[in-house]
């Protein structure tokens, strides 16, 4: 069966300040591609990063950096110099394989909700 | 570009009553698209996946007969709610995938929050 978890339900920090946000994963599948999602209190999910399986290279895209680790099955995401719009909850999602007839399904995480405080 | 609106963005019906929600891909095709339901302080949870033209594919637990889904073109997916009730109250989340048989990104609407009186 195919699981995410994120372990940190809530986060707070103060503003500057690095927070690294921890997603670890279960799957039985080869191929498979991790995300992150912010959703800000308006609701709406943003995406923010795709990774697929065999890609193990970590990214930077300005503040944000993601670890992936197979080894470990984690995909983990650090922002770094908090800002107080960073605020939010922060999903890590799962995609299963590839089928021919439907797109792949999203499994999310629980959800961090991050607080950054001035 | 990968824009998915919504609508309304929030209606309050009263129980018994059926409410139709809209989803759309402002540029792009979407092959599929994904219905989620959150309640507050939780994840989201797939209802069902509907692909243009075929039935959608509901998951275990959700009444395909309560909601009922169209996707009647590549840029657009209803979901219906019908004879609502308080406990179908939540926020309900669209997103559209532009890729069939890849499991490339799905974009997400703003969501529609329903409270059902």
Redesign the interface.
């Known amino acids: 069966a195919q699981k995410v978890t994120q372990a940190q339900t809530e986060i707070s920090v103060v503003e500057k300040e690095d927070v690294t946000l921890d997603c670890v994963y279960e799957t039985r599948d080869t191929t ?2 991790l ?1 992150w ?1 912010k959703q800000p209190p ?6 923010l990063i ?1 990774r697929n399986s065999f890609d193990e290279q970590n990214e930077i895209s300005g503040r944000y950096s993601w670890n992936f680790q197979k080894s470990t099955s984690s995909f983990n995401f650090t922002i770094t110099a908090s800002q107080v719009v960073d605020s939010a909850v922060y ?1 890590c999602a799962l ?12 499994i ?4 961090t909700e991050l607080s950054v405080k001035p | 570009g ?1 824009v998915v609106s919504q609508h309304p963005s929030w209606v309050i019906c009263k129980s018994g009553t059926s409410v139709k929600i809209e989803c759309r891909s402002l540029d792009f095709q979407a ?2 698209m ?1 219905w989620y339901r959150q309640f507050p302080k ?3 949870m ?1 209802m069902a ?1 509907s ?1 243009e033209g075929s039935k959608a ?1 509901y998951e275990q637990g959700v009444e395909k007969d309560k909601f009922l889904i169209n996707h009647a073109s590549l840029t657009l997916s209803t979901l219906t709610v019908t004879s609502a009730h308080p406990e179908d109250s939540s ?1 309900y ?1 669209c ?1 559209a ?1 532009r ?13 529609t ?1 329903l409270t059902v009186l």
């Open positions: 498979y591609y995300f999602y308006s609701g709406e999910l943003v995406f795709r999903f995609s299963e394989a590839i089928n021919v007839n439907q797109g792949g399904k999203l999310f995480g629980q959800g | 990968a092959t599929t994904f939780q994840s989201l797939l996946t692909n594919t926020f989340i997103s995938e890729l069939a048989g890849v499991p490339d990104t799905q974009y997400f609407g703003p969501g929050r």
